[in-house]
């Protein structure tokens, strides 16, 4: 039976139940600490989106208290997966280069069914919320999110050679991402609302079945087509040949080739750790006091942000005919950066919506600075080159998590937009890099 060489379906099925369990999770945890803080009942299902703004009354400072402690509680539920995250990614990437690009994108699929299933017995029995620490070592063990992105783009550098088809195919997987993020985010709040958190995990972990089932048995693997032989390596060896090729990496080429492939990935990993660090905290601020959203506003908001994926694959594609990648790049940062300034100053829920506009560009940085990188280095290279960036970004984006919710922690109570600031001050560093 001939196998597709298609890997969207896999990349459009794991980004559903990574853009339902984010919400799901942020919300779930929000409710149990709310509920176990106080008396206080949590609103759920009403559509109003404003709440208490005096700070007299005492509801406004249970909030504040409760955001505190969600924020406390996901830094050290991202400090659980930090260690076996960051191992299993470079190794599974690196590995891929003898090995095949199925095999972490199995591994981390069977990670994140695991972790949904646990998720799902978790809130059903409502277990202790401490337990949900293991869900996250679990996932990251396996290899998390960042390791499939890792493989998948991998895979698109193994299936094109030629540049400009590999930046537009690098670009169609980010507008696949986009398209299921926007959608499943908007579903997201009446997922919660109709179903529970029981059936929405439920539903994310027959998802992952189906995508686990399609790569296994239906997906092609260039690296093995192409590989008339296999060479067996024992444990240690592996090991040695993993961090082997990743200093080759560094070691071969003119001087010129490493200070290019430094300042790139020094470039990319800053980017990715602003984005991923802001994220939970976007839910977090919707939460909160002025806007106090709701699961279905929350919906609406991660919708309208997914929508970043569309436009910044249309940006790729038309941008590309008349700019070079780097001016391309620069325009994703700065218009990021403008968005940060503004959310820093929203306090109504119709300019959170609008804040998301300059957001519109946010990918198209990640996405053309991967397809930079890859022009940098040999077709051989390639897995190492992803292993070294997905393991970066698996340190930059827990370490970003934790650092965010730990800020956040800390001056909520003082200025809550203060973390969107530092955020668009933090950009600038990328600004330099590629300049």
């Known amino acids: 039976m001939k196998k597709s060489s298609f890997v969207e379906p896999a990349v459009l ?72 995250g960051l191992l299993s990614t470079f190794m599974l990437l690196s590995s891929s280069d003898n090995h095949g690009r199925k095999f972490p994108m199995v591994l981390s699929s069977l990670g994140s069914l695991g972790s949904s299933v646990w998720l799902c017995v978790l809130s059903y029995f409502d277990l202790p919320l401490q337990l949900l620490m293991a869900s996250t070592f679990i996932g990251a063990l396996f290899g998390n999110y960042t390791t499939f992105w890792g493989a998948c783009f991998a895979y698109i550098v193994d299936r094109h050679k030629e540049y400009k088809r590999r930046i537009i195919r690098i670009a169609v997987l980010d507008f696949v991402l986009g398209v299921t993020t926007g959608l499943t985010g908007l579903a997201s709040g009446y997922f919660i609302r109709e179903l529970g958190f029981v059936w929405s995990y439920f539903i994310v972990a027959v998802v992952l079945m189906v995508n686990l089932t399609y790569i296994s048995f239906f997906l092609s693997d260039p690296i093995k087509e192409s590989s008339s032989q296999i060479v067996t390596l024992s444990c240690s060896e592996s090991i040695k040949d993993l961090f082997y090729r990743t200093y080759m990496l560094f070691k071969n080429g003119s001087s010129k080739r490493r200070a290019l492939l430094c300042l790139l990935i020094c470039t990319i990993v800053v980017y990715f750790f602003v984005i991923m660090g802001m994220s939970p905290i976007f839910t977090l601020y919707e939460l909160a006091s002025p806007l106090c959203w709701n699961e279905v506003y929350i919906g609406y908001g991660s919708a309208l942000g997914s929508v970043s994926f569309l436009s910044s694959f249309l940006g790729i594609w038309l941008f590309s005919y008349c700019l070079e990648d780097i001016y391309i790049a620069f325009i994703g940062i700065f218009t990021t950066m403008l968005g940060m300034v503004l959310a820093a100053f929203t306090r109504t829920t119709l300019m959170m919506f609008l804040v998301r506009i300059p957001f519109f560009f946010t990918i198209m940085p990640l996405s053309v600075l991967r397809s930079m990188l890859s022009k940098v280095v040999h077709s051989t290279e390639q897995g190492a080159l992803f292993a070294c960036i997905a393991f970066l970004e698996t340190l930059g984006g827990i370490t970003a998590t934790s650092a965010y919710n730990g800020i956040y922690s800390a001056t909520v109570a003082w200025y809550p937009g203060f973390i969107f600031l530092l955020s668009a001050g933090l950009l600038v560093l990328p600004v330099i890099s590629l300049w």
Do not use: D, H
């Open 13 to 84: 099925l794991n980004a559903f139940a990574m853009t339902l369990t984010l919400p799901l999770t942020a919300q779930y945890v929000y409710r149990r600490i709310w509920e176990g803080t106080g008396n206080y009942t949590f609103a759920s299902g009403s559509n109003v989106s404003e709440c208490e703004q005096n700070k007299s009354n005492p509801i406004f400072a249970f909030r504040e208290e409760v955001q505190k402690k969600v924020s406390l509680f996901s830094l050290q539920v991202e400090l659980s997966g930090l260690i076996p």
